[in-house]
């Protein structure tokens, strides 16, 4: 399978825990998004990579959050001291970037819930 | 900061009939984008258009985007239960790269 693959597909924490996710993208695929999507939304904009390089991160994203791309190929999401309004499918996403196409395939997410 | 709205947020038809679902932003788009997402599973693209007035099809489902590249609306012809699932649009959200999803709409089809 060439797909995007999150893992783990599900997570279960304890408020105040620490969490990470991982995402793997399309191997020749230079951007790396992640998005967060709650039950009736359609997915938020977290943060964007290109190659290694963070370019851009949603005000959503509070300083307890904190994604890396090291070597510009897979991509970490850590979510400090937990809170139960961390609870959503985090979602990741990548593209090969041509220009204004864009076509964004994505993984089957992490579901989180924090209790 | 740009916000795309779609409507209807549910639409329950039956087998046959046809489906429409409007998507609408506040400022004008250089692109936009249709995903749909199966109950439990998640986004798959489905278009881009690009241009002004742009119209593409994919067997039943026909796609418009506005003139004034504002709002563009998916169609899908004479609706089966595989339809079935939340379709959302999706617009560059301030940069060619990040995507603004509207909330979509969930289509439900009964047999």
């Known amino acids: 399978d060439t797909g995007v693959s999150q893992n783990p597909r599900h997570k279960i924490t304890k408020r105040g825990q620490n969490v990470t996710f991982r995402c793997d993208p399309i191997?020749?695929?230079?951007?790396l998004y992640w998005y967060r999507q709650t039950l009736g939304q359609g997915p938020e904009f977290l943060t964007y990579f290109q190659n290694e390089a963070q370019l851009e991160k949603s005000r959503l994203l509070s300083d307890r959050f904190s994604a890396e791309r090291p070597k510009g190929s897979f991509s970490t999401l850590e979510i400090q001291r937990t809170e139960q309004g961390d609870s959503a499918m985090y979602l990741c996403?990548?593209?090969?970037?041509?220009?204004?196409?864009?076509?964004?395939?994505f993984g089957p997410g992490t579901r989180l819930t924090v209790l | 900061g740009q916000q795309v709205m779609q409507i209807p947020q549910y639409q329950h038809v039956q087998e046959g009939e046809d489906f429409t679902t409007y998507c609408n932003s506040s400022t004008t788009l250089s692109n936009i984008q249709w995903y749909k997402q199966r109950p439990g599973g998640h986004p798959v693209f489905l278009i881009q258009?690009?241009?002004?007035?742009e119209v593409k099809k994919q067997k039943r489902l026909t796609f418009q985007f506005g003139e004034a590249k504002k709002n563009s609306s998916l169609h899908i012809t004479a609706t089966q239960t595989t339809d079935v699932g939340t379709y959302f649009c999706a617009g560059p959200g301030g940069s060619n790269y990040k995507l603004t999803f509207g909330k979509g709409t969930l289509l439900t089809v009964n047999p």
């Open positions: 996403a990548s593209s090969l970037g041509q220009g204004i196409y864009n076509e964004q395939f």
């Open positions: 258009l690009v241009k002004s007035g």
């Open positions: 191997s020749e695929h230079n951007r």
